[in-house]
């Protein structure tokens, strides 16, 4: 079986930084991905993480640890329009995408 | 850009009626997927596909079937809507390798 965890909700400040963790335990590991979804829209593809360490693209970076079955998404400079879900997903040995129930992000003024 | 779209964006159906969603991708994607997802449930996989006329069950395939007669094509049936099938549908495609999945808009399924 596959178990993705992710806190529920948290808030913050424009311009701030904000670490979302993701916990997992799954059947077998081919990578990890972070997808933004405001509400009412699908979910977007943000980051893919393999291999241990971190990725980083512009004002996103991303960090795997596969022993620790740990990943963070670091979101830099916080803006209005990242208030979103940040949904982890892990694709296991059957190499189905297996999703966290998200974390809720609101940016405050 | 990749671009993968649903047929509905909000549809409102009868208990007992038969629901057909399709999906449609341009981007000649081997695979493609098809996910509802509940508030404090997160995204549950109900069917997908590898290739041409090949399907799979997801997670919780009861009261779905599917069909992909061309490569672009994924449709979600629904044999007899029933109320806690209400829900938001979202249709997935991505090539092999990367997997990366892209998302169509969704679609809002109310079943009365």
């Not at chain 1, 806190?7 to 933004?36: H, K």
């Not at chain 1, 963070?72 to 995408?97: F, H, I, P, T």
């Amino acid at each position: 079986g596959q178990n993705i965890d992710q806190p529920t909700e948290m808030t913050a400040t424009e311009g701030a930084i904000v670490q979302i963790n993701c916990t997992y335990q799954t059947s077998g590991f081919n990578g990890l991905f972070w997808y933004q979804q405001h509400a009412g829209e699908a979910p977007t593809f943000l980051s893919y993480n393999v291999l241990d360490g971190l990725e980083e693209k512009g004002r996103f970076s991303s960090f795997l640890s596969r022993s620790k079955g740990y990943s963070y998404l670091l979101l830099k400079e916080l803006q209005m329009k990242d208030s979103a879900s940040y949904l982890c997903a892990v694709r296991g040995g059957n190499n189905r995408l297996a999703f966290g129930k998200g974390n809720q992000v609101v940016v405050i003024p | 850009d990749v671009k993968v779209t649903q047929s509905s964006r909000y549809l409102v159906k009868r208990t007992g009626e038969k629901v057909f969603l399709e999906c449609v991708q341009d981007m000649d994607h081997e695979n493609m997927f098809w996910y509802r997802q509940d508030p404090g449930l997160g995204l549950r996989l109900i069917y997908f596909s590898y290739d041409v006329k090949m399907k799979e069950k997801g997670d919780i395939p009861e009261g779905y079937s599917v069909s992909r007669e061309k490569k672009e094509r994924f449709s979600l049936i629904l044999e007899s809507a029933s109320t806690n099938q209400t829900s938001m549908y979202l249709c997935a495609s991505s090539w092999n390798e990367p997997e990366t999945q892209y998302f169509g808009p969704g679609t809002r399924l109310l079943v009365l």
